[in-house]
């Protein structure tokens, strides 16, 4: 019926809205994060400026992490999504996450247990943004839905798909 291709057409029209809005959002953000990885370049950066711009830069993470997660979702719905795996250094990728998860754990009380096995590969070819959609969505909700005591992101260090359960008490 006309009403209904009215309808895909304006479903349609409204995805690839927030998927062309959701693209142009990563700019500022990517511009944002850039700069404040060069102030943690600063030798002369002190502790409390350093830490406070290390939660900048979990920001800036997780901001970019739900932009990407509209986008995708957007792109999904209109057959556009697709995977870019490239080799990016998995250990800083997990420094990053390990940072993200302590201070949100931080900021309700609640202790990370940072449970990184030491033989992890410093290059990986992934798709480094969806990767880190899947610890930053399953951190975020254990913290939101722990009240007290602690949680923990363990990467076993074992060869094949990373397989990593989130725990919370």
């Known amino acids: ?45 002190g502790d409390l400026s350093r830490r406070r711009t290390n939660e900048l830069r979990a920001g800036a993470t997780w901001l970019h992490a739900m932009v990407n997660d509209v986008v995708d979702i957007a792109e999904l719905e209109t057959n556009r999504f697709c995977l870019a795996p490239a080799a990016f250094d998995l250990r800083l990728f997990l420094d990053n996450v390990r ?42 909700n254990a913290v939101q839905v722990t009240r007290s005591g602690s949680l923990g992101f363990p990467l076993p260090a074992r060869p094949g798909p990373l397989h990593s359960p989130v725990s919370h008490t």
């Open 1 to 45: 019926s006309v009403a209904s291709r009215d309808a895909e057409k304006t479903a349609r029209a409204r995805l690839d809205f927030v998927a062309r809005m959701g693209r142009e959002m990563r700019i500022p953000i990517s511009a944002a994060a850039d700069i404040i990885a060069s102030l943690l370049d600063d030798p002369l950066l």
């Open 99 to 140: 940072f993200l998860a302590h201070h949100l754990a931080s900021r309700k009380g609640l202790h990370f247990r940072d449970e990184l096995a030491g033989d992890i590969p410093d290059v990986v070819i992934c798709d480094e943004p969806r990767l880190r959609q899947a610890p930053v969505n399953l951190i975020a």
